[in-house]
């Protein structure tokens, strides 16, 4: 299997729901690191597996709407704790949707899957990956 990884990071204001989240539950600030990885069983004709250029500027436009930004108060996210393992799922549905609509100088069905990993610190990351097809 063969992937391009790409990454970025965005700086976000957000605040949990329930007592599993301790403090958490209050406002507070995060500084997450995103990466953004294309899988395929294959390269295409030019020896690559997606556009690396494309894939940077798809998964930064991807994140500009987060950045600097109270998910709170977002109305996509309302009602939704946005932890960790929420944003790699909502970053995947955006990145496969460009996929898709053919945005990464490939074909969405020559790509396996997409992973994206979300980290939160240094020790502490989560990812979601789902194929394509």
């Given at each position: 299997?063969?992937?391009v990884?790409?990454?970025?990071?965005?700086?976000?204001?957000?605040?949990?729901?329930?007592?599993?989240?301790?403090?958490?539950?209050?406002?507070?600030?995060?500084?997450?690191?995103?990466?953004?990885?294309?899988?395929?069983?294959?390269?295409?004709?030019?020896?690559?597996?997606?556009?690396?250029?494309?894939?940077?500027?798809?998964l930064?436009?991807?994140?500009?709407?987060?950045?600097?930004r109270?998910?709170?108060?977002?109305?996509?996210?309302?009602?939704?704790?946005?932890?960790?393992?929420?944003?790699?799922?909502?970053?995947?549905?955006?990145?496969?949707?460009?996929?898709?609509?053919?945005?990464?100088?490939?074909?969405?069905?020559?790509?396996?899957?997409?992973?994206?990993?979300?980290?939160?610190s240094?020790?502490?990351?989560?990812?979601?990956?789902?194929?394509?097809?």
């Amino acid at each position: 299997m063969y992937a391009v990884e790409v990454s970025d990071q965005i700086m976000i204001a957000h605040s949990f729901r329930g007592a599993v989240f301790g403090p958490a539950q209050a406002l507070h600030g995060a500084t997450f690191v995103v990466r953004a990885a294309f899988l395929s069983e294959s390269l295409d004709e030019n020896g690559i597996v997606v556009d690396i250029g494309c894939a940077q500027d798809i998964l930064k436009s991807a994140l500009a709407p987060l950045n600097y930004r109270n998910l709170d108060d977002l109305p996509q996210f309302k009602g939704v704790n946005t932890t960790t393992e929420f944003l790699t799922r909502y970053v995947y549905d955006v990145l496969a949707d460009a996929a898709r609509a053919g945005k990464l100088g490939r074909s969405a069905v020559e790509l396996a899957s997409i992973r994206i990993t979300v980290a939160e610190s240094p020790n502490a990351r989560a990812w979601y990956e789902a194929p394509l097809r």
